[in-house]
């Protein structure tokens, strides 16, 4: 499977983007697709889980402030992210899962103060 994410950038402090994300080549059925984090010096973060019943599941530090969205039966996920912090600054990966997890390359989210 191979991920394709988009939609990072520089903003400033309460400002917001919006990740994109598609996955191809698979095999099998993507069960889920999501999004982490991985901000420098610390462990990749779960930030958001979209399932293909349309279950969803976020982050505390996300609640109220990021949405995932997508279409897990067309292989594609969005993250909408609003009033973003400081504290967001991080490399977006995107997973997409079917009987195994499959990452992205990632895309840089930078929130500047």
């Known amino acids: 499977v191979q991920l394709q994410a988009s939609g990072g950038g520089l903003v400033q402090a309460g400002g917001s983007l919006r990740l994109s994300c598609s996955a191809s080549g698979a095999e099998f059925t993507i069960n889920a697709m999501g999004w982490y984090r991985q901000a420098p010096g610390k462990e990749r973060e779960l930030v958001a889980i979209l399932s293909s019943e349309g279950n969803t599941k976020y982050s505390d530090s996300v609640k109220g402030r990021f949405t995932i969205s997508g279409d897990i039966a067309k292989n594609t996920v969005y993250l909408q992210m609003n009033s973003l912090k400081p504290e967001d600054t991080a490399v977006y990966y995107c997973?997409?899962?079917?009987?195994?997890?499959?990452w992205g390359q990632g895309t840089q989210v930078t929130v500047s103060s």
């Open positions: 997973n997409a899962v079917d009987f195994r997890s499959h």
